[in-house]
């Protein structure tokens, strides 16, 4: 049987938004310890917990397949069009072997803004690559469906859902 993930130093990030919590633990996709920012607003710690081991722990075949050939989509376009120094074979990397190219330190955890009862999570897993260090990069997900692999945006929650995702009661 697994043992139920718990997230390790869990605290709040700002004193003026006690909503406002994170935790550090682990990403099994880049085999690495980071650290989950969420809002108690949106989730619950437990709640939280839920969605990484369950789900971003337990990605499917075909969503780590589909994150692969994003990356390798973004790279081959980024290299083709700079004439950057680049690590000796990432023009040659493709499908898993791309992760070790890649880099993940935070995750942001979001629920549906347009819809409090819509029990589908989202998260932005944001770190860095070896073909852009200097945008940074995002992996945008809801539930396990990959939407974006791309440099870093930052839009949160509404890189994942737009208004029309809202409860249309």
């Not at 920012?37 to 075949?61: G, K, R």
Request: proline residues 2%; negative net charge; charged residues 25%.
């Amino acid at each position: 049987m697994t043992e139920r993930l718990h997230l390790e130093r869990v605290g709040v990030e700002d004193p003026i938004d006690e909503s406002s919590m994170s935790g550090f633990g682990l990403l099994a996709l880049f085999q690495c310890h980071v650290e989950y920012h969420f809002s108690t607003e949106d989730m619950s710690v437990e709640e939280a917990e839920i969605y990484i081991q369950n789900v971003l722990n337990h990605l499917p075949d075909e969503t780590i397949n589909e994150i692969c050939n994003k990356a390798c989509e973004w790279k081959n376009l980024k290299m083709s069009s700079d004439t950057a120094d680049y690590p000796s074979g990432l023009a040659e990397t493709y499908g898993r072997d791309i992760l070790a190219f890649m880099s993940v330190g935070d995750v942001e955890l979001y629920r549906n803004p347009y819809d409090q009862n819509d029990h589908t999570f989202g998260a932005i897993l944001s770190g860095g690559t070896e073909w852009d260090s200097e945008n940074g990069m995002e992996i945008v997900i809801r539930g396990s469906e990959v939407l974006e692999v791309r440099d870093y945006l930052g839009y949160g929650k509404f890189a994942i859902w737009n208004e029309s995702d809202g409860n249309e009661s």
